[in-house]
């Protein structure tokens, strides 16, 4: 198709900025610009994500990678344990950024971030569970350290909690009943279930603390200005 000006209807170039003949300005048409302006059109035509709604499918991916290194961490007989709670926040916290980074989103609520903390911690919870119980019976019946891990409740039964139930006033006749029964072996272990049980509702807790933190992070770091 023949390109004429618009003033003198004089034949141009499809390069011709200007015309040759009256010097008339001309629009210049690029078939990459035109690609390139209606990719970003599409883009802008696009429905926006709505930060609230978690893709699980790529959020679990994200959540297995930190979840079961930060619950083995977090186990009771780890010797970084100590810092389990932190550990598992850390990893609730990352795996959101994991999230973040795959989903491409420029951010995402404190909700669904803490929904990720949530399946954070809840694996991350039962990985510690289970690890710190088989360290337990492997320690037990493997290792043949039984008597000395029962030296060590009956140690801390008979001295640190009577001395804690006799200050807190309760009479000696009730502080031998529960000392028998922590004693027996139906004690020990419903004390070691009870151990466990409270550091996976930590772990959890903490893991939706964590998850919340990571996404309220991402979205100051990543959130466009309004």
């Known amino acids: 198709m023949e390109i004429t000006c618009n003033r003198c209807h004089a034949t141009l170039q499809p390069e011709d900025c200007y015309c040759p003949a009256c010097g008339l300005p001309q629009l210049v048409y690029s078939a990459d610009e035109a690609?390139?302006?209606?990719?970003?059109?599409?883009?802008?035509?696009?429905?926006?994500?709505?930060?609230?709604?978690v893709a699980w499918k790529p959020?679990?991916?994200?959540?297995?990678?930190?979840?079961?290194p930060a619950g083995l961490l977090c186990s009771g007989l780890s010797p970084v344990g100590i810092f389990g709670l932190l550990w598992m926040s850390a990893a609730a916290a990352w795996a959101v950024v994991l999230y973040v980074r795959s989903q491409r989103a420029p951010w995402i609520t404190l909700g669904a971030g803490a929904r990720i903390g949530l399946a954070t911690g809840i694996l991350g919870g039962w990985t510690a569970a289970g690890a710190t119980g088989i360290t337990l019976l492997?320690?037990?019946?493997?290792?043949?350290q039984g008597k000395d891990i029962d030296g060590l409740w009956q140690a801390m039964v008979n001295d640190q909690m009577s001395r804690q139930w006799a200050a807190a006033g309760v009479d000696a006749h009730t502080i031998d009943v529960y000392r028998n029964w922590l004693l027996s072996p139906e004690g020990r272990?419903?004390?070691?279930?009870?151990?466990?049980?409270?550091?996976?509702?930590?772990?959890?807790?903490?893991?939706?603390?964590?998850?919340?933190l990571g996404a309220r992070l991402t979205a100051k770091a990543r959130r466009p200005e309004a």
Request: glycine share 10%.
């Open 35 to 53: 690609a390139a302006q209606g990719q970003q059109a599409e883009r802008w035509n696009e429905p926006m994500r709505d930060a609230s709604v």
């Open 59 to 68: 959020a679990l991916r994200a959540v297995l990678m930190v979840a079961i």
């Open 138 to 144: 492997v320690m037990r019946f493997f290792l043949h």
């Open 189 to 212: 272990a419903g004390a070691a279930l009870s151990g466990i049980l409270l550091l996976v509702a930590a772990l959890i807790f903490f893991g939706v603390a964590g998850g919340a």
